[in-house]
């Protein structure tokens, strides 16, 4: 969507600051450790794990850290139990939005979360108010220093991707998520590096914000995704580029 790859290029750049880095470690030892538990503390048969070690290593958190997580998940050593919520609710301008958490006491995490949209000017919506608009997807951004666009399309197509869009100064790779490993190794593989690469919710509508409310959403995504017990927000909100790389330094 238009302001996607724009605004998953903002994250990925304010996410490699080293004063997030303790909550990006938070959040990925969650991940990490919940994986474990799920799927088992080997990343040679679980895809979900393979795919958090990748991102803790690419935010270069210690391998140490890392392993104590999975042993936490696998039960090796003591840990916090996690629970998967989500929540649905509306943005300023009825952009849509699930947050995405990883939480060890879902009351406490729910009544947060609400308080954040109520504050934001948005607000809280039932289960499955607002999860059709978007569908699950693999979702790998590219810079185009890196590779042009029919090497980038045949590569990944040929992986299982469905489609690559030229946005700006990037391209978005987006696949079924079952794919998503292998699109993501076919092209490491030609040693082309990308921004971000993760399993994503992609709308399948947008709604147009600008000037002021353009910010307020923004401003209730920042809050929610600072908060400890989020791991992703997703969105269906169409800010111009231009526009979001301005709020982005206020922010």
């Known amino acids: 969507m238009s302001g996607h790859s724009k605004w998953a290029s903002i994250k990925h750049k304010k996410g490699a600051n080293d004063a997030k880095r303790g909550r990006i470690f938070t959040k990925l030892i969650r991940e990490i450790t919940v994986a474990a538990k799920n799927g088992g503390g080997s990343p040679d048969t679980n895809a979900a794990l393979r795919s958090a070690i990748t991102r803790a290593n690419e ?5 140490d850290n890392i392993d104590k997580a999975i042993k936490k998940g696998t039960g090796e050593l003591p840990g916090v139990v996690y629970e998967e919520l989500a929540f649905e609710g509306y943005g300023p301008g009825g952009v849509a939005i699930i ?3 990883l939480t060890d006491n879902k009351n406490r995490a729910s009544a947060e979360i609400r308080n954040i949209f109520s504050k934001r000017g ?3 919506a039932g289960s499955g108010s607002v999860s059709w ?5 693999g979702y790998i951004l590219v810079d185009k220093s890196q590779t042009n666009e029919d090497d980038l399309f045949a590569i990944s197509v040929d992986a299982g991707a469905e489609d690559v869009d030229a946005s700006g100064n990037n391209f978005e790779v987006y ?3 079952k794919d998503f490993e292998n699109v993501k190794k076919a092209i490491a593989d030609k040693g082309i590096k990308w921004e971000t690469a993760e399993l994503t919710q992609v709308p399948n509508s947008t709604i147009k914000v600008t ?3 353009a910010k307020q959403v923004l401003g209730l995504v920042e809050t929610l995704e600072e908060h400890d017990d989020v791991q992703k ?3 269906n909100f169409d800010i111009p580029e231009e526009l979001l790389e301005e709020l982005a330094q206020e922010l």
């Not at 935010?59 to 391998?63: E, G, Q, R, V």
């Not at 608009?133 to 997807?137: E, G, H, L, N």
Request: glycine fraction near 8%; include cysteine.
């Open 122 to 124: 948005g607000n809280m």
């Open 133 to 137: 608009i978007f569908t699950p997807k």
């Open 99 to 101: 947050v995405e958490t």
């Open 233 to 235: 927000v997703h969105a």
């Open 175 to 177: 696949c079924d998520p």
């Open 211 to 213: 000037g002021s409310q």
């Open 59 to 63: 935010a270069n958190m210690p391998k």
